[in-house]
């Protein structure tokens, strides 16, 4: 099982940056998936999910009307784009798969929102 994330960076505040975590070894069309966040000194947070066909999806209040989560059960792959970032959004940004048996962990991809 892998969750690859790619998409961090370095970007000033108001930019925006796509996030997509590439999944393989595991039916990604069974499983909900999630990006999670964990700033420096914090506890590791929340930010979207997706059910498996991507009927629904869910938002942090932080984030809500900013970022956007979708995914493409074709290419196994989960996307989160990120419009309008602030300092705030400073994390490591973690992709997971769910399923009422299993959870998969990816390895982060840092995002840096400064001036």
């Known amino acids: 099982v892998q969750l690859v994330e790619s998409g961090g960076g370095s970007v000033q505040p108001g930019g925006s940056l796509r996030l997509s975590c590439a999944a393989s070894?595991?039916?990604?069309?069974?499983?909900?998936m999630s990006w999670y966040r964990q700033a420096p000194g914090k506890e590791r947070e929340l930010v979207a999910d997706i059910s498996n066909a991507g009927g629904s999806r869910n938002y942090a209040y932080s984030v809500k009307g900013r970022f956007t989560i979708s995914r493409d059960n074709a290419k196994n792959t989960v996307y989160l784009q990120m419009n309008s970032l602030k300092p705030e959004d400073t994390a490591v940004y973690y992709c997971?798969?769910?399923?009422?048996?299993?959870?998969?962990w990816g390895q982060g991809t840092q995002v840096t929102v400064s001036s």
């Open positions: 070894g595991f039916t990604f069309s069974s499983y909900a």
């Open positions: 997971n798969a769910n399923s009422m048996v299993n959870d998969y």
